[in-house]
C-alpha cells in the first residue's frame, strides 16, 4: 500500500496552502534500510516548507553533544528543525504515526 502512494500529493487544507507529498521506492534490504524501502512522507505550508517529515534518505545524529555519532541513511523524523530517530515497524503504523503528526502541526497552526 505504501508503493502505490508514490509520488501522490494531497492538499490538506481549504486554501491550498498546506500539502503532504510522498515519494517511496522499492530497495534492495541492506542493515539501514531493512524493510527494502527509500521514501519521504512530507507536510509542506506556505512557501513550500517542510514541516513534518518522516523518511530514510540521509544520515542522522543517533545522539546529541560532541561524543554524538552519526550512521548511514537510517528512519528518522523532521519537525521543523528538529530530526529524532523513528523506529519504522510496518507501512501502516508509518502511515498512521506520520498522519498523526500532520494533525497535531496543523491543529496547533489553526488550519483545522
Sequence with gaps: MLLDLDSQVFVVDTKGQYWVRFSVNRVVSTPDRPHGLNYSLTLHGPGGNRLVGFDNAH??????GPGGKSRGPLDHRHRMQT??????????????????????LLKEKGVI
Aim: glycine share 0%.
Design 83 to 104: 530530526v529524532r530517530p523513528y523506529r519504522f515497524k510496518d507501512a501502516a503504523t508509518l502511515l498512521e504515526d506520520f498522519w498523526a503528526k500532520v494533525d497535531k
Design 59 to 64: 544520515s542522522v545524529r543517533e545522539s546529541h
